[in-house]
Each structure stands twice: as structure tokens, then as C-alpha cells.
């Protein structure tokens, strides 16, 4: 089987930039694009020297349409505003779309989701694995334990990181409210200053830390009366991603149009973004 084309946006971001040195350490897949905002003074820069690495022959381009009609899938760890755009260009060019963008809103989702009706799409607030099955035992404990438990999600980042509660802390939220049964919108904290009032019932409480070059800390805290439970995931290398948006890459070709989650990608049963 040939190798799978595969396009970078955001690509002088730092995961971009980490992507780039991904795909030229892996098996099967190869650059074929690496796209750039117009105003980014990479555009025309060699992807590989961009990353430190020996030219590739692959140029930064602003242009999506022109560097999508050479690829099989793009991977996405861009803007919100970004991603909404071209989630409907690699759908008209039938381009696998797999997204790690995290600070998306309700609409964005709306408008991933379209897309998705005819594309491929692969999204997540985290493409490890260790997260991945973290989230499914947040999912499995939350059933077993029911709304009597309070549940807290906490996490950090680095300093730079510019959306809160982050996707991943997000992705586990909505772990937690599925195996309660509810909608995390309707069974949310995410702001607690001054005279709050007693936690209320059944509530999924997030809190977010910001500071230093924290690559990812999350814990999600049960607290029943007179005892407690933690699940913990800390990732000390950006790499974990970027390796896990490849083999979601990877695990497109041939499926059919639609939304799918890590979860899917991995196996791990019924478990969604």
C-alpha cells in the first residue's frame, strides 16, 4: 500500500512543528503539505528546515485548496476559526480531517459535524492513548458510582495556553456526565469566587491551572463522604499527540463519512468526543 499523503495546518505552531517531525519518523506516511495563516512570514519556507531538519521539499503554503488536492488526510491542532475552515474544504476535496484544535464552541462543533456528513472526520480534545483510556474509566466510575460521588476535574498547562477548561479536561467531563446519564451543559462549574453557596448535587466541577512549560496534568477527583478517588494522566512529551493524530490519520483511509472520536481509533469501545 502506498504511502498516506498527509497535510499540516498551524504547521510553525509548536505541534505543527512537532507533526512535521512525526510524520519523517514514521512508517507509512509521508508530508505532503504544510499550511500556514497568510500573514505567517513562513509561507514558502522549507517545512524541514522550518523543524530543524534537512529540507523535505515541501513548501509552507497559505493556499488549503492547492495543497489538499495532493493529500489523503489533513491533521489539525490550528485555531477554532481555522479549523471551522477548513473542516468544509477537506470536505469538498474528500480529504480526512482529523482535528486536535481544542477551544471549539457549541457551534463550532455544529459546523465539524456537518462536515463530517460527508467527510471523514476524526476529533478529539486528546489523541493519546493514556488519555483516551482514562476517559473511559471516568466513564465506567462515574456509572458505578452515580451523582452521590462529587466529581472535579483538574488540570494544567503551560503558561501560553490561551483556552480553559482545556479539551482534554472537557473531553473528560463529558466521560463523567455519560456514565451519569446527563449533559455536561446542564451539569457544569467552571467558575467558583466569593460567597458560591454549598456545592450543588451532581454537579462536574473543572479547575484550571496555568504556569511554566506544563505539557498536560489532569485529574479527575471522586469525592464520596469519608473517602475519595483520583484517576490521574500527565503528559511529559508533546510527541504523544502528534504519534496519536498519525495512527488516527492512519486509521481513516477507507472508512466512511462521519464523526469519530479516538476512542473509535483505539478500539475502546463506545466511549465519544
Known sequence: MSEMRLVVAGAAGRMGRMLIGAIGDSLGVTLSGALEHPGSPHIGEDAGVLVGRPANGVAVSADPSAVLSQADALIDFST??????????????????????????????????????????????NMSLGVNLLAALVERAAEALGPAWDA????????????????????????????????????SARARDGMTGPRRAGDIGFASLRGGT???????????????????????????????????????????????????????????V
Not at 161 to 184: C, I, N, W
Open 80 to 125: 477554532p476559526a481555522a479549523t471551522i475552515a477548513l473542516a468544509a474544504q477537506a470536505a469538498e476535496a474528500r480529504v480526512a480531517h482529523v482535528i486536535g484544535a481544542t477551544g471549539l464552541s457549541r457551534e463550532d462543533l455544529a459546523a465539524i459535524a456537518a462536515a463530517a456528513e460527508r467527510n471523514v472526520v476524526v476529533r478529539s480534545g
Open 152 to 187: 472535579e476535574i483538574v488540570e494544567m498547562h503551560h503558561k501560553m495556553k490561551v483556552d480553559a477548561p482545556s479539551g482534554t479536561a472537557l473531553l473528560l467531563g463529558e466521560a463523567a456526565a455519560r456514565g451519569r446519564g446527563v449533559e455536561l451543559s446542564e451539569h
Open 214 to 272: 506544563v505539557v498536560g496534568d489532569h485529574m479527575v477527583i471522586f469525592a464520596g463522604a469519608g473517602e475519595r478517588i483520583e484517576l490521574a494522566h500527565r503528559a511529559e512529551d508533546r510527541g504523544i499527540f502528534a504519534r496519536g493524530a498519525i495512527a488516527a490519520a492512519l486509521w481513516t483511509r477507507g472508512r466512511a463519512a462521519g464523526l469519530y472520536s479516538m476512542a473509535d481509533v483505539l478500539g475502546l469501545g463506545d466511549a465519544r
